[in-house]
């Protein structure tokens, strides 16, 4: 993708991007999302993450109108939130699956969705362009009933982006996209930062590790965590190594397992995964378990803490 | 309504652009095309076949030009409403179903819009059809019969005109109210029923309900007959195609996409 430009931010206030108070929605008896408050930074690039049927796309729906919220209200860019609200001018869009008019060509249909925000032409035109070559669609040909669900999700973002948007939310934006696709779709919310909030639900936790500055955790309709990622890294990780062994493996990890301050052990092909309770004990009890049970060490290394550990840890607490 | 221009135009586009545009007025052509022909060869027909059937005779009136209307009216109004309803079901209802509509009106569209341009689209194409096949059909009746009812065959045309945008108007509405194209069409079918039995319940029923326009086009071939004799049937089916495109507006405005 070509960088874009973007739009400038002359007396951007500082107000929340986001908004929900108690929003709840209920299905059939069911809560799919149950008393939500979330506040997104203006600016931000905030993920908002949860196991499929947390209620992330529910969440979404609401605030866009396409759902009427059970109980609570919310706000888009200080505005109410609803199938009416004035922040539609302001806001782009990209749900998980894009469907779009089959006989148009991509051009055209960035054109009819410039329109539809009351764009001059020429503004039209000229952004049209610009959203082609950024998403790696100019001179396609093909109307798009043709194009792959990469080009679709690409024509998606395109689409989202045309009206400059204050705030951007996008559902799943990168699930249908390959490695290179996906770099390229997390490039592009890097660059738009400066400008836009970006609000995305996904369950790529790499993905939010990437370009995110702060996360939601959703479980089963119930908000679990809302922070900075550093800030959930030092609430809920906890100390981990990473070691391999000439031989012996298995047994070895046999061993850790019945130990009191083993919080976890993963085997990974010939690697060793573990999680302590008590770092500073690891640190001095696995090496001489090693050398006790006369095994050959090939590695052995404090582990990062990782975003898909704190995820498993706050959805297994919840 | 704002958005209703683009929606507009991209509904027209969209009809051009694939076989929509072919299938109403090409139907209603045809109908104006070989409803003055049958009629013309209808007593030779009945003939050969009588001829075949052994010997029994037919006794058939020499046919007329307003025979020829007639049976161009008859199939519009049978044939060609039905085919109006097939290809208007879905309408919104598709929308719905394949997502695209999301695009839409996460944008600053009023949802009225949306229902309001289809149901314009819509009846451009009903419109344009009965055009084309009124043109084709008064051809051929002048080109077979004497003395052709130009006048009155066009006030069955204007009448059979806003039947069909009712009609269009009503599988709007369905589309709009329904989940499927196929409960759209079940629900319209049975909307267009209900319209062609009514009238026969009663004289006020003929002349106050949008149904009553399927007999008012051939009573415009009376003698003395004008336009004005179906002025309340008029009103009334544009007043209720008005209604059941606000009514899908505000059911639209109000659903969970």
Known sequence: ???????????????????????????????????????????????????????????????????????????LLGEPAGPASAARRRIGFLPDVPAFYGWMKAGEYLEFAGRLFGMERQAIRRRTAELLEFTGLAGVKTRISG????????????????????????????????????????????????????????????????????????????????????????????????????????????????????????????????????????????????????????????SEPTLEDVFVKVVGEA | MSGLSTLLGKEIREILRTSRIYVIPGLFLFFGLTSPLLTKLMPELLKSFGGSAGGIEILIPPQTAVDAFAQFFKNLTQVGILAVILTTMGAVADEKTRGTVLLVVTKPVARVSVVVAKFLAGVLVVVFGTALGYVAALYYTIQLFPGVPVAASLRAATVFAVYVVFIVALTVWASTVMRSQVAAAGVALAGFVTAGILPSLSPVLARWTPGGLVGLTGRMFAANASLGDAGETIAVSLVVSFLLVAAAGWSLGRQEL
Request: proline share 4%; hydrophobic share 45%.
């Open chain 1, 1 to 75: 993708m070509r960088p874009l430009t973007t739009g400038d931010v002359p007396g951007r206030d500082l107000a929340l991007a986001v908004e929900t108070r108690g929003l709840g929605k209920r299905f059939q008896g069911v809560d799919a999302v149950t008393s939500l408050d979330l506040r997104v930074p203006s600016g931000s690039v905030f993920g908002f993450l949860g196991p499929n049927g947390a209620g992330k796309t529910t969440t979404i729906r609401m605030l866009l109108g396409l759902a009427r919220p059970s109980s609570g209200e919310a706000f």
């Open chain 1, 147 to 302: 194009f792959s669900r990469g080009m679709k999700q690409r024509l998606g973002l395109a689409q989202a982006l045309i009206n400059q948007p204050d705030l951007l939310i996008l559902d799943e934006p990168t699930s249908a996209l390959d490695p290179l696709g996906r770099r390229e779709v997390l490039e592009a919310i890097k660059a738009l930062r400066v400008t836009t909030t970006v609000f995305f639900s996904t369950h790529i936790l790499a993905d939010v590790e990437r370009v995110c500055d702060r996360v939601a955790i959703l479980d089963h309709g119930h908000l679990v965590a809302e922070e900075t990622i550093a800030g959930l890294k030092a609430r809920y990780s906890r100390p981990a190594f990473r070691l391999r062994l000439e031989a012996g493996t298995t047994e070895f990890a046999a061993a850790l397992r019945g130990l009191d301050w083993v919080e976890k052990v993963e085997l990974a092909g010939d690697e060793l995964r573990i999680l302590v309770s008590d770092a500073e004990a690891g640190k001095v009890a696995i090496p001489g378990l090693i050398a006790q049970r006369g095994l050959a060490l090939a590695r052995f290394e404090v």
